[in-house]
């Protein structure tokens, strides 16, 4: 999405949302204002390149009447910043977690590892705190929280791969920064159960597979998500 105001043929303002490429309808050029030439309902007037969420990029402006040539360089709305967790206390039957919300995000994913254990995701929600009740007594744990801006679903392919499912799917640069797998595993209910997060490398260029190993026979269908998250906090 992209907002935009005029102000007599001059851009005066954007909004520009996950540095998505946008064709422009009408030129900027001094000779509008002076009424040299009208307003033009056309996309000759175009972008050479576009601000992605890795970095910016520069809008590139051609008057198809005259040949004016303007540039204006784009600062792409980035991944969410990475919270901090502001409170992480022990309590008689487990460990409750608060952090500081982020502006941009509309999801939290909460991450724990033990001392030789990787990271492990415990839970995405929309609220700032959770209480983690799975712990052992006299064991420690670290704990991180990621900032999710969720953004649309992408288009995926499941096959069949033996006793396995393979989704498949192509990302596309400037509107994601990683991916949610999610599988319906209850025709009656309307919950999506999260099987991977995609992020990295993996997530920027070229086509994507997820393998479900252990798939429900009762499922009901997969859906990918791209969304701007953040790094893990500290």
């Given at each position: 999405?992209?907002?935009?105001q005029?102000n007599?043929?001059?851009?005066?303002?954007?909004?520009?949302?996950?540095?998505?490429?946008?064709?422009?309808?009408?030129?900027?050029?001094?000779?509008?204002?002076?009424?040299?030439?009208k307003?033009?309902?056309?996309?000759?007037c175009?972008?050479?390149?576009?601000?992605?969420?890795?970095a910016p990029?520069?809008?590139h402006?051609?008057?198809?009447i005259?040949?004016?040539?303007?540039a204006?360089?784009?600062?792409?709305q980035?991944?969410?910043?990475?919270p901090?967790?502001?409170?992480?206390?022990?309590t008689?039957?487990g460990?409750?977690?608060?952090?500081?919300?982020v502006?941009?995000?509309?999801?939290?994913?909460?991450?724990?590892r033990?001392?030789?254990?990787g990271?492990?995701?415990?839970?995405?929600?929309?609220g700032?705190?959770?209480?983690?009740?799975?712990?052992q007594?006299?064991?420690?744990y670290r704990y991180?929280v990621?900032?999710?801006r969720?953004?649309d679903?992408v288009?995926?392919?499941?096959t069949?791969s033996?006793s396995?499912?393979?989704?498949?799917?192509?990302?596309?640069p400037?509107?994601?920064?990683?991916y949610?797998v999610?599988r319906?595993?209850?025709?009656?209910?309307?919950?999506w159960n999260?099987l991977?997060y995609v992020s990295?490398?993996?997530?920027?260029?070229?086509?994507i597979?997820?393998?479900?190993?252990k798939?429900?026979p009762?499922?009901?269908?997969?859906?990918?998500r791209?969304v701007?998250?953040s790094?893990?906090?500290?």
């Open positions: 999405a992209v907002a935009i005029y007599n043929g001059k851009l005066v303002a954007a909004d520009f949302d996950n540095g998505y490429t946008v064709r422009y309808s009408r030129p900027i050029c001094d000779r509008v204002s002076s009424g040299v030439h307003y033009y309902e056309s996309d000759e175009v972008i050479d390149a576009y601000a992605s969420v890795y990029g520069a809008k402006y051609v008057c198809p005259c040949g004016d040539e303007s204006q360089y784009v600062i792409p980035l991944a969410p910043e990475a901090s967790i502001t409170v992480l206390s022990n008689y039957n460990v409750y977690i608060k952090w500081n919300k502006d941009g995000a509309d999801l939290y994913a909460v991450y724990r033990g001392v030789n254990s990271w492990e995701l415990l839970k995405v929600l929309v700032d705190s959770m209480f983690d009740a799975n712990v007594t006299g064991q420690y991180a990621r900032a999710i969720r953004t679903y288009a995926s392919v499941v069949t033996g396995s499912k393979v989704i498949t799917w192509n990302t596309i400037g509107t994601a920064n990683a949610y999610y319906k595993d209850n025709a009656s209910s309307n919950f999260t991977a990295g490398a993996n997530a920027k260029n070229g086509k597979s997820f393998t479900d190993a798939p429900n009762n499922a009901t269908g997969y859906l990918v791209g701007m998250a790094n893990l906090g500290t």
